[in-house]
């Protein structure tokens, strides 16, 4: 309910507190600021004009207000218009919007508001389609040619309007009828400053082409014409050409031929040129001033425009025929006459034409008679108007609002009186103002101002408007609603804004003071019978037609009614058409007066608060109870309040309802239970409902929060609970089964031992022990046997030398594989030992010591090796002189060979023959077959050879002297080139006979003995020797000898 909640300000002012004319501007003021231009009061929408475009239209809107009902959203024309349609379609009622307020106010944008809701929400289909377009583009053309450019309003409506739309049972529109009230005729010839004619005729000149303008007779500049305001031709927003294209568009979607467009266009430039004619000041022969036409010119173009000769016209225009039973008298028209006569003529013509275009869109839009229908009214008609000079016309206009505002009154109230009824509650007096009597003042048939001013328009005699007023005053000198100069006087009230030739009505809006110059003129609406049936004589169809009165066979002497009795009859057609449909008001207002958005002026919008009765309106709203609702949404909203029926309430709707406002004790008198709805007496009332809601509601609010809260920390709480004993559940569990897991694998290892070692135990009792072993050994073996007989087919050659040995296949087996080696190698040097012949075998021996003595000092020794040892050099078997040489039982000679004696002496070399024996080694001369030294092995001590490659050696002797000779010689130094296999017999020679180890000294340096003293013999190896042994021997002192290996 946006009414009561979250609103700016009250959304509906039968809510207001209090209910006086401050709150109430002050709450409209409020909306408006916020963009809230609607307000209720009840059914009846209040709009603000806002001056700008407010995003609250449209068809998302309309689609929104369609689907709710009047108060469930924010107040708006959407939803009046929701609520006419609905019970126009629903419930068969006919209806009617009546939408009033000042020029500028919004009405007619609001009649366009509702026709597009209407438009949008009924049927659709191409018939129905074309329907709504015909509807819809009514309006450009009835603007065109009713709207001007004023002060207060760029597009104002410069006559009433109203519009029957009517819908098939289905709620899809059939068609319409359009009723148009009093055009603001005066228009034509005069505009007041700043404003402009009607809107068609600068569409015309600016929209129409070339050729049209030049079949019309016109120019496309406006300032050459008398009728239209040069000031302002142009109004900001708006475009003139386009619109007529526009208007020629919509009068072809309407239905009009194009002959009837043209038509219409002719009259139209009739109008404009007519303003253009020039009468000017002509005397007659009597004397007696008269008018003629200045310039033919235009009259010429008028005539040819429409079919009419000049002259008719000239004539018409500048004359009058005065017509009785009996003759016909012609009089001349001075010249103000004549201009009088020529606006008059345009003012008609134009009237006229703009009834014929109403005529001729009703023709196209209406229903065919048969059909069923329902009809909603839209009426579009000028407010209250208290202007600083008000006319004929504002007396007129308001009287048509005073009769609005009572049907208003009466309706409302007949409709609260029969709810009353309805609902069965008494119905107690409201006090409220009745217009009903100002009405009476204007329109009663024989004492009222209106059929005052037709008796006196009627009356023979002199007739003047100050007669009109005096009539009046004295009619109604004691009339509580009227005063004049003349009852102020009477009741001596001194008022200097009444001026002597004014009246002044009490309306229910407000005083209106009237002047009543031309009220005579203007009711009579009198065209002279010479322009009318010049007209008639015009060759145009339209313009003819325009005129019938102008047909001389059908002229009638009756004089046709006047403007206020046609007024009053159409707005009595009005009132009753009214009174039979379900009216819907909306009451436009102006904010300010200059057009400008977000601009409130209370004083302005206090005066048209007070011209639209708002105030009024509002009490007889609140006549007797300021609010109802039905008992089913009443207990909805309010039933929270009492304990009995929150949350459940199981009986009905009125008792709950009766129950709640007991609890709340009330005075009975706020409140009054009907039927289906329950009264309240005042909004105060409502409000402390409100108030009593909103508390209650945000005790509600802290019983669900805190409900919700403890629901929320207990779920919270119960699951992590949930959550604590799964995850200890799971980690306990995951525990035992660890420890259980470790039980189970130790209790399994000991079952294994323990039964591994029972059935060791048993198999040990029943089973041979050591089959492993015995298995072991026999896979050792069988791997042994493998091996060896691998071995065995794969033994490497017997050579002594081949060292080739077969790797062993198992690791297990190397130290025996090596083993094995060693053994086949001794056995191979053993079989190769078995062999040899002893003498090799002693041969062997020798070489063996060889090594023994020289391997690794000798360098001369590793050639040596191979060579076998011969003993015999010099052919000692063959040559018995050198056998004799040797001693008779020396034996055989173990070595023979010719060396080189040193002289120790000089170092020079001499050949001897050596030949060594088991006992002795003896030198001699080559040449000479004498021995010349022989030595006993016995005094041999020791040897001492070099390292190098050479063959010189020295026997060392002891002390004693030589067999044969008388001294001891000393030491040999000898040359030997098998010295390596001579000084190895030698040693064994000696060791043989001596069991003695001859020490043989491999060294560089040694001293030889001779005699008493000793030569130290030095050998060195020659720098570029290249490992030959031949020797140079140098004397070097007396006691060193040098020797030089090459
Ligand atoms: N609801 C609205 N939203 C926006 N602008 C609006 C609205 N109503 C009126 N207006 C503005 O106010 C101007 C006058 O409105 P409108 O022609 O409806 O006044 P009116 O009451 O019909 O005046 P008149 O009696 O002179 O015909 C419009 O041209 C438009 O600019
Ligand atoms: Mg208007």
Redesign the pocket.
């Known amino acids: 309910m946006p009414l009561l909640e979250g609103s700016v300000g009250v959304e509906d002012l039968v809510l207001l507190e209090p209910l006086v004319e401050e709150s109430l501007l002050k709450n409209l003021q409020l909306r408006y600021e916020n963009k809230e231009i609607y307000t209720y009061i009840g059914n009846v929408v209040i709009s603000v004009n806002p001056y700008q475009q407010l995003p609250i239209y449209g068809p998302e809107f309309i689609a929104k207000y369609r689907d709710y009902t009047f108060y469930e959203l924010k107040p708006h024309i959407y939803a009046l218009a929701n609520v006419a349609y609905q019970s126009l379609r629903d419930r068969d009622r006919d209806q009617c919007i009546l939408i009033t307020g000042e020029?500028g106010a919004g009405?007619?944008e609001a009649s366009k508001l509702v026709m597009s809701y209407v438009a949008a929400v009924c049927g659709k289909g191409e018939q129905v389609n074309s329907v709504k377009e015909q509807l819809l583009q009514s309006n450009p053309v009835l603007e065109a040619f009713g709207?001007a450019k004023t002060i207060r309003?760029k597009?104002?409506?410069r006559f009433g309007k109203y519009m029957d739309i009517e819908f098939d049972f289905k709620g899809s529109p059939l068609g319409g009828v359009i009723t148009n009230y009093l055009l603001e005729k005066s228009r034509v010839v005069k505009q007041l400053k700043g404003e402009r004619n009607f809107h068609i005729f600068y569409q015309l000149l600016a929209g129409a082409d070339a050729q049209l303008l030049k079949a019309l007779k016109l120019e496309r500049d406006v300032r050459g014409y008398v009728y239209l305001n040069q000031e302002v031709s142009r109004v900001d927003g708006m475009d003139d050409a386009s619109s007529f294209k526009a208007v020629q568009n919509a009068m072809t979607v309407i239905g009009f031929s194009e002959e009837e467009i043209q038509q219409v266009l002719e009259v139209t430039a009739l109008v404009l040129k007519l303003g253009n004619v020039k009468v000017a000041d002509e005397c007659q022969a009597n004397g007696i001033p008269a008018s003629g036409i200045c310039d033919g010119r235009d009259v010429q173009e008028i005539g040819e425009l429409v079919g009419l000769k000049s002259k008719e016209l000239e004539r018409a225009l500048c004359s009058r025929t005065m017509e009785t039973a009996r003759e016909k008298v012609v009089t001349a028209l001075n010249v103000i006459q004549a201009q009088y006569a020529r606006d008059a003529l345009a003012k008609n013509i134009y009237n006229r034409l703009f009834n014929w275009i109403v005529n001729r869109i009703n023709e196209n839009i209406k229903v065919g008679t048969g059909e069923k229908k329902k009809v909603m009214g839209v009426l579009?008609i000028y407010g209250f108007e208290i202007l600083e000079d008000n006319s004929f016309e504002q007396f007129v206009i308001n009287y048509c609002n005073e009769k609005l505002q009572q049907v208003f009154i009466e309706i409302t109230l007949k409709e609260e009186q029969e709810e009353y009824k309805r609902e069965g509650i008494p119905w107690t007096k409201v006090d409220y103002f009745d217009n009903g009597i100002i009405c009476n003042l204007i329109e009663h048939n024989q004492r009222g101002i209106l059929a005052m001013l037709d008796e006196e328009c009627l009356r023979p005699g002199v007739v003047s408007d100050s007669t009109f007023l005096a009539k009046l005053n004295q009619l109604f000198s004691k009339h509580g609603h009227y005063e004049s100069k003349v009852t102020q006087n009477a009741q001596r009230k001194y008022d200097h804004s009444m001026g002597l030739s004014c009246f002044r009505i009490c309306h229910y809006a407000g005083k209106v003071t009237y002047n009543v110059a031309g009220f005579i003129d203007k009711n009579n609406d009198l065209l002279f019978r010479d322009l009318s049936q010049a007209m008639w004589k015009a060759q145009h169809p339209l313009l003819q037609s325009l005129f019938p009165e102008g047909n001389p066979k059908q002229v009638s002497l009756k004089r046709p009614p006047t403007a206020g009795a046609q007024f009053k009859n159409s707005v009595a057609i009005l009132t009753k058409n009214l009174y039979s449909k379900n009216p819907n008001y909306i009451r436009c207002i102006k904010p300010n007066e200059h057009q400008q958005r977000g601009l409130f002026v209370s004083d302005l919008v206090a005066t048209q608060a007070r011209y639209l009765g708002l105030l009024e309106n509002v009490r007889v709203r609140r006549a007797g109870y300021a609010y109802r609702q039905g008992y089913g949404p009443f207990l909805e909203r309010y039933r929270l309040l009492s304990r009995s029926t929150w949350p459940h309430w199981n009986r009905g709707d009125r008792e709950g309802v009766k129950k709640v406002l007991e609890e709340l004790s009330l005075s009975s008198e706020e409140l009054a239970f009907g039927k289906t709805k329950i009264f309240i007496r005042s909004p105060k009332t409502l409000f402390y409902l409100e108030e009593q809601r909103r508390l209650r509601l945000q005790q509600l609010a802290t019983l669900i929060q805190k409900t919700y809260r403890g629901w929320r920390c207990r779920t919270h709480y119960q699951l992590m609970r949930k959550s604590q004993i799964l995850i200890s559940s799971w980690f306990r569990g995951n525990m035992q089964k660890r420890h259980y897991g470790k039980i189970k694998a130790s209790t399994l290892l000991i079952q294994a031992f323990v039964r591994g070692w029972k059935a060791r135990k048993n198999y040990r009792k029943y089973f041979r022990s050591g089959a492993a072993l015995t298995l072991a050994n026999f896979i050792y073996k069988s791997m042994a046997q493998k091996f060896l007989l691998g071995l065995k087919n794969n033994l490497p050659s017997t050579s002594v030398l081949d060292r080739r040995w077969p790797a062993a296949p198992y690791r297990c087996f190397s130290t025996a594989n090596q083993e094995l080696r060693q053994l086949f190698h001794q056995w191979k040097c053993k079989k190769f030992r078995d062999q040899l012949a002893p003498k090799q075998v002693e041969m062997l021996r020798e070489k063996l010591c060889a090594s023994e003595l020289f391997k690794g000092k000798k360098a001369s020794y590793p050639q040596s090796v191979p060579i076998p040892f011969r003993g015999d050099y010099i052919g000692l078997q063959g040559n018995p002189k050198l056998q004799k040489l040797k001693g008779g039982d020396e034996g055989p000679v173990l070595m023979a060979e010719t060396v080189k004696k040193v002289n120790r002496g000089n170092g020079k070399t001499s050949p001897r023959i050596l030949l060594l024996t088991k006992g002795y080694v003896i030198l001699t001369d080559p040449k000479k077959s004498q021995v010349k030294t022989v030595i006993g092995l016995d005094r041999v001590t020791g040897a001492s050879v070099s390292s190098l490659q050479d063959g010189l050696f020295s026997l060392h002797l002891s002390e004693m002297p030589l067999v044969g000779s008388k001294e001891a010689k000393g030491d040999f130094l000898l040359v030997s080139e098998h010295v390596i296999e001579l000084l190895t017999k030698v040693y064994r020679a000696v060791l043989e006979a001596t069991q003695r180890q001859l020490p043989v000294a491999v060294t560089e340096q040694f001293s030889v003995k001779f005699k008493e003293s000793s030569v130290s013999v030095k050998v060195i190896q020659h720098p570029g020797g290249g490992g030959s042994s031949k020797l140079s021997c140098k004397k070097k002192g007396s006691h060193c000898l040098e020797v030089t290996v090459q």
């Open positions: 020029s009405k007619t709207n309003n597009n104002s409506s579009d």
